[in-house]
């Protein structure tokens, strides 16, 4: 069973959490950084991205940067910008998106969880990657973000989630600036309440799924990992042995759709290129109206002007393969490898992916400009499909999932 238990959080002032408060490192580029932190001395990007207080042009994986963000993260608790809780506690931060709320139990997951396949992940990881986050999470002795996790609704626990919000003032609770989205966020300071809780995960909650934070909870893990082999007195109970996580049930979570743009048709012609496509298709042009898919297994295509509707043949997917059922495995082995030669979704310069919080728009205006020559939409990954792709040991193709609101960071932080 898994084990999710409370920790002694480090947290911002109520007046100052909303500007402290950021998006993940990985959703932007140091320009972006500096510009979101700019008149802002205490964004926790300058932790999260120190390199926007380094030398211009300076590598952001450098150690200079590292050291930066150490000092940075010193100065803010010296400033009293973050302050330890004194007891050991869960928090619940919820996020509104379009009207609709989901609210997640933050607590810290366990290293040995990650070890024995308790929390189960659908994504590959790249050592580059989780190299950097654990020098982050080396140098700062700390987990300055959490990761996205999910697990299978709990009815008691959305019982003491729903009395809490329902009769308790947010300790946080402000619409963010930068993405336009309400977030909210409880202090469960009642012991009889966080005990209830983590006894609730040791006995009703199997397993944990990685939602979106592959690599920094594979770079928690390995630090926790190398804490506990430079320990000779390690007793389990060291907080370098968990990590932080947000963790919702998965009938609260939507998935939006991750969609791909490519930058020219394999030296084929525009008519030679759509008729490839009624191999595999049902091809419908819509007109120059944008059209999105409606279901699974239907695509939209966006090529010289016209939307497409591209709807899967029979017999081009299974339906009983955890894999072989996803749309984006249907687009990858008939249309960017088959027809357009694009082997590795990883390393190909010709392709590029565009969360679907950017609309369609945003592929239309990236053919439109002749950045690039067609566009993909595709209909999201449900829970479920994750759920079972997890569950089966299975791995992801690239660029499947986007989850949205994304986690802010800043709101509690868990050192270690």
Partial sequence: MAIVKPFKGLRPPKKIAADLSCLPYDVMNSREAADMAKGKEFSLLHITRAEIDCPPDVDAHSEIVYQKSAENFRKFKEKGWLVPDEEPRFYIYAQTMNGRTQYGIVGCAACSDYENGIIKKHELTRPDKEEDRMVHIRTNNANLEPVFFSYKAVPEIDQIVKNIVENQEPEYDFTAKDDGFGHHFW???????????????????????????????????????????????????????????????????????????????????????????????????????????????????????????????????????????????????????????????RTSDRIDFVGGIRGLKELKRRVDNGEMKVAFALYPVSMQQLIDIADTGNIMPPKTTWFEPKLRSGLVIHEI
């Fill in 187 to 345: 202090v469960i300071r009642d012991k009889e309440t966080n005990k209830k809780i983590e006894e609730l995960f040791s006995r009703k909650v199997p397993c944990t799924y990685v939602a979106d934070g592959h690599h920094r909870t594979a770079a928690a893990a390995r630090v926790g990992l190398e804490r506990k082999a430079k320990n000779p007195n390690h007793t389990g109970k060291e907080e370098y042995n968990f990590f932080m996580a947000v963790h919702f049930p998965d009938n609260q979570l939507q998935i939006i759709d991750y969609n791909r743009v490519v930058k020219d048709l394999n030296g084929l012609s525009e008519k030679d290129f759509l008729e490839k496509l009624t191999e595999t298709f049902d091809v419908v042009n819509m007109g120059n109206a944008t059209y999105k898919p409606s279901r699974l297994h239907e695509f939209s295509m966006y090529l010289d002007g016209n939307w497409y509707k591209l709807t899967a043949k029979e017999g081009t997917y299974n339906d009983k393969d955890p894999i072989g059922v996803l749309d984006v495995t249907i687009l990858s082995n008939h249309v960017l490898d088959k027809i357009l030669g694009i082997k590795d979704l």
